[in-house]
């Protein structure tokens, strides 16, 4: 391994785990992935990705997490990009680097179950591109990472299982040891395993003690730490980790992170650097750089912050996985409950006690907030959703810890019921993980194919699978306007029009610089003509704004 | 030399006599009809005349220009391909009326416009012609004509117009239900295009390659050749790619030139012309036609041997004796040539007038555009759809392959469909990188049209800025506020 003076992407899942685990010092992933899901609401676009890879590149990260999670859907949604293609760009521009995601295990990248087939379909598909894959499952419940920590060993790509840790009943080390172990029996011993601090829960001390009882036991395991800086004390808990043997931990740049999501890669590399640790490989520079440029491009993003700045060391009681957190004043906002946010945020403390003080992360996190919103608003399990129905049927899994008291299911389960049956009933019945039959490729193809008319390849299928109404939008926004990754943020998210006179400077996909410069807008009858010098040519454009049908 | 021409035509040729004309130190003066009053011709001409409302009708209205010279106090007159280009008539006229014609004789038009005299002079003179028929008679008889014909040198036989020319009023008969029913179509289809009904039959060759051969001759006897161009390939009689030189073998190539001079002097031939001819597998080649004119493919011709053919023909028609001797002309290298219209290759080549809204041309070494269109420029509908003539010139062929991709690829022309995507198929097919075509290649290649056309991705990026403007937030974002 000594000759070795970094990991790189040509290297086997073998290769890479003893070279994590001989070589002394930590490793450092930065999380753009993360950070754009938990401060900037999954917003930031491929060109400020673009622009830092090759100082990330030169880095030495470990690895760098760009995909998974919400990024997937949002990256169709909401910045008409090929999450496929954008792995692509970054793979070619960040060629010395290991791509990471981050997947829900049978809920991949959304909020339900998947069919067998297109877990294993989309794991395939994703692992063209991506060499490192953290799994997890809400409720630790192993069986539901079966599929696709398979699928990941299959392609040969290094799997990351995570145990989601939170605090309180149940959440013992003899409890987190017990589930390593489960994890180990089920994927054996060529894994790196990742401690998942979603909510950014447990003093230094609590994690140290984590780490020390899963090395005791498991002496030879990699460890990985992905935490979250909601509370401002992430820093404090990687160096814990750090200390007590956890050889990789994820960190975000100084420049866009920080908040909500991972503490800033500089403050732990200078701390750890005065408690004797070093990070092999790391250069510094690249990162003081690549900050730099993301203090210019974050002001771009600056409307997806989360208006209510600081850090919350109230999550030590509500729980909030840090994108959740940080939507969570929003949406109370939205719905008129701002004054309101304490009951909110008190019925929340509640629900997570009631529902089996469970981990309050993706999608567990979606359906604790909104029982507790609804809870406020309706009255306590007044109006269930269907996703705290099936959380209750054990759709997603057992409750590892305690079951919820039975008012609870009686409310739930038998609201709305029309049949009359009783809530144990439902559950004798109807309770319990249901396999989903595989879903028919072809006929999916097919309907597609007819829906977009043109070709459709194994990557828009799987999209289409999991998306269906975005990955159409998507797809014909694409054959219209070809590729945003091209453009600046001050453009894609333009509010108010371009002023007479501004010139937008654009590359194409072989870097060469285009001009576009704006002559003139004016309104009429119904309609915006804008004209435009495009590469020094006139041109004008008529767009109707009458209606306003376009879909926001 | 006279002092002022007048250019009776439009478009890109018209802009080329110019230029050559004011090398000349000439005067130019342009027609233009109303319906073209934006056409690009006006602007490079020195004086500028309407002749009429249009369309076309004024283009061919011998007494308005004439008129127009008169007053302008133009003495010379150059016609251009097309319009009026081949009408013995107004060569006449112009001569009459005391104004120099920059081509042959009205006689020699007249000769040389008459598919069957053409034949009689050439059968004379010696030089090879497909075996033809006389002017069919009319009704039956002429029916049992065309059926002598045909069982006497066999099928594919070929109705023609007598009043036919430039690939118009020809059909092919395969069998002899084809031909009779074709002598009725070709005549039909002669009265309306040409107002004379006259056929004859020639036998047909099976996938000929069309060759010519450019000729200059004087007032004085004086005729050379220029070499030779190879036209075939072909759609529907219209040349799409010529090139120059025609690849042929040593023997056959200096035989036919020799007969395309003969021909040239047996028709007291005057000014530059073309002499046509059809060559079989066999290399046995056929007298086809002599085009009395300027043809669109002159300029690979000049690119290979250095001369500017239209300066030869002003100079030859103000009385100069020709300047240049047979063996003052060298071949050397490779030009090919392309028209690239405004048509929509997928939609059958139909004709797709519009606004030219970007138009960005290539240039560099080897690269001639002979073109008549500018930003913004509307093309009217009533004339035809070329937008510029690609001429390149490369010293191997595989050079000028090579420079016609690279010119092909730096035109940006957005507004109207063009035949450039059609011509970047065929710069990249085997047989023709290789030199194997011939009047069958478009027919034989019907992959040429397999072909995706795009939008500029700056362009679309371009009416995305535009939405995000009209709208005052991006409506693909999710960000509505």
């Known amino acids: 391994m000594a000759d070795r003076e970094r990991i790189l992407p040509s290297m086997s899942p073998s290769e890479i785990i003893a070279f994590v685990r001989e070589t002394p010092g930590y490793f450092l992933t930065n999380n753009e992935r993360d950070v754009s899901q938990s ?16 100082y990330r590149d030169d880095t030495g990260y470990f690895a760098f997490e760009i995909t998974g999670g919400a990024s997937i859907h949002v990256d169709l949604m909401a910045k008409q990009i090929n999450p496929f293609e954008k792995l692509r760009l970054v793979r070619q521009h960040m060629p010395n680097t290991l791509i990471q995601t981050v997947c829900r295990g049978r809920n991949l990248f959304g909020y339900r179950p998947y069919p067998d087939n297109l877990l294993q379909m989309t794991v395939a598909l994703f692992a063209r591109y991506v060499d490192v894959w953290r799994v997890y499952d809400f ?44 994890i180990l029996e089920t994927f054996g011993e060529e894994i790196i395993l990742c401690i998942k601090n979603h909510s950014a829960l447990g003093s230094p001390r609590r994690i140290a003690s984590l780490v020390q009882a899963l090395r005791t036991h498991y002496p030879e395991l990699v460890l990985a730490y992905h935490g979250h800086n909601t509370d401002g004390n992430d820093l404090s808990r990687m160096v814990a980790a750090a200390e007590s043997g956890v050889k990789i931990l994820e960190v975000a740049d100084h420049g866009f992170g920080g908040m909500f999501s991972q503490a800033p890669a500089l403050s732990l590399i200078q701390t750890l650097h005065d408690y004797g640790f070093q990070a092999p490989g790391l ?52 719905l008129g409950l701002l004054e309101r946010i304490h009951e909110v945020f008190s019925e929340l403390m509640n629900v997570n006690k009631e529902l089996g003080n469970i981990w309050s992360v993706t999608p567990g996190s979606q359906i604790l907030w909104t029982t507790a919103v609804s809870n406020v608003l309706h009255g306590r399990y007044e109006q269930p959703s269907d996703d705290l129905k099936n959380l209750l049927l054990g759709r997603y899994g057992p409750f590892p810890f305690y079951d919820p008291q039975e008012w609870i299911y009686e409310k739930v389960l038998e609201h709305k019921r029309r049949d009359g049956k009783k809530w144990y009933q439902i559950l ?97 009858e119904g309609a915006v003509e804008t004209s435009l010098l495009v590469d020094f040519h006139f041109q004008t454009y008529s767009v109707p704004v009458g209606s306003g049908s376009q879909s926001g | 030399m006279f002092k002022k021409l007048l250019v009776a035509n439009r478009g890109e040729i018209a802009i080329r006599i110019m230029r050559s004309a004011q090398e000349l130190g000439i005067r130019t003066v342009a027609v233009y009809e109303e319906t073209d009053k934006t056409a690009m011709h006006i602007m490079k001409s020195d ?158 060759l099976i996938n000929p390659r069309h060759v010519e051969v450019q000729i200059l001759a004087d007032n004085y006897g004086a005729v050379i050749h220029l070499g030779t161009r190879n036209c075939s390939i072909q759609r529907r009689h219209q040349k799409l790619v010529e090139i120059a030189p025609a690849n042929l073998p040593p023997l056959i190539l200096e035989r036919i030139c020799a007969d395309a001079v003969r021909a040239a002097k047996a028709a007291r031939y005057v000014n530059a012309g073309t002499v046509e001819f059809l060559i079989d597998d066999q290399d046995q ?24 053919i239209v300066r030869e023909q002003l100079r030859i028609a103000a009385g100069e004796p020709l300047s240049l001797r047979q063996q003052d002309i060298q071949i050397r290298g490779w030009s090919i040539e392309l028209r690239i219209n405004a048509e929509d290759p997928k939609n059958n080549f139909m004709p797709s007038p519009g606004t030219i809204r970007v138009y960005q041309s290539p240039g560099g070494h080897g690269v001639r555009l002979d ?91 371009a009416r995305l800025i535009a939405e995000i403007n009209a709208y005052g937030y991006n409506p693909y974002a999710h960000d509505r506020p």
């Open chain 1, 39 to 54: 401060d900037f609401k999954c917003r930031i676009l491929p060109w400020t990705t673009l622009r830092v890879a090759p």
């Open chain 1, 139 to 182: 409720l630790n419940h192993v069986p539901n990472m079966e599929v696709v920590g398979r699928a990941v060993q299959k392609a040969g790509k290094l799997l990351m299982p995570c145990i989601c840790f939170s605090t309180g009943v149940g959440h013992t080390d003899e409890y987190y040891v017990d589930k390593v172990r489960e």
């Open chain 1, 283 to 334: 250069k510094v520079q690249p990162i003081v750089d690549a900050s730099d440029l993301l203090r210019r491009e974050r002001r771009h993003y600056e409307r997806f912050e989360t208006p209510f700045r600081g850090f919350d060391p109230t999550v030590k009681r509500h729980r909030l996985t840090g994108g959740a957190a940080s939507m969570a004043f929003e949406q109370a906002e939205k």
């Open chain 1, 428 to 524: 004798a019945d109807e309770a319990g993980i249901q396999k989903l039959p595989d879903v028919d490729l072809e006929t999916k193809r097919r309907e597609l194919q007819e829906r977009i008319k043109q070709p459709v390849d194994d990557e828009s299928l799987c999209l289409y699978l999991q998306f269906p109404k975005d990955a159409v939008e998507y797809f014909r926004f694409e054959e219209t306007f070809g590729k945003t990754w091209l453009l600046p943020p001050q453009v894609w998210y333009r509010r108010g029009g371009f002023p007479d006179g501004e010139t937008i400077l654009i590359p194409d996909e072989q870097g060469r610089t285009h001009q576009i410069d704006v002559v003139s807008t004016s309104r009429k």
């Open chain 2, 47 to 204: 004086e500028a005349v309407c002749i009429g409302a249009g369309p076309r009708k004024d283009y061919l209205d011998i007494d308005r220009i004439i008129q127009a010279a008169k007053a302008t106090g133009a003495d010379a007159i150059h016609p251009g391909y097309g319009f009026l280009a081949e009408n013995p008539l107004f060569s006449k006229r112009c001569t009459d009326n005391g104004l120099l014609f920059v081509g042959p004789p009205p006689e020699v038009i007249a000769d040389m416009g008459s598919k069957v005299v053409a034949r009689r002079i050439m059968t004379e003179a010696g030089i090879p012609v497909i075996p033809g028929s006389p002017v069919l008679s009319q009704g039956e008889a002429g029916e049992r004509e065309a059926v002598r014909f045909a069982e006497e040198h066999g099928f594919p036989v070929m109705i023609k117009a007598v009043a036919g020319g430039g690939g118009r009023g020809i059909r092919a008969a395969k069998t002899m239900e084809e031909l009779i029913s074709g002598l009725r179509l070709a005549r039909s289809e002669a009265r309306m295009a040409f107002g004379d009904d006259s056929i004859y039959l020639e036998k047909g």
């Open chain 2, 285 to 308: 080649y056929y007298f086809l036609e002599v085009n009395t004119r300027i043809q669109v493919e002159h300029t690979v011709t000049e690119m290979v041997t250095g001369i500017d």
């Open chain 2, 371 to 461: 073109g008549a269109i500018y930003q913004g420029y509307e093309i009217p509908r009533f004339y035809d759809s070329m937008l510029v003539k690609l001429t390149v010139y490369g010293f191997t062929w595989r050079e000028a392959v090579d420079r016609l991709r690279r010119a092909l690829d730096g035109f940006s022309i957005v507004g109207v469909p063009t035949t450039i995507p059609f011509y970047k198929q065929i710069v990249q097919d085997r047989d023709f990188v290789e030199q194997r075509f011939d009047t069958s290649y478009i027919d034989t290649h019907p992959q040429l049209l397999d072909y995706r056309e795009e939008a500029r991705p700056l362009d679309r990026l």
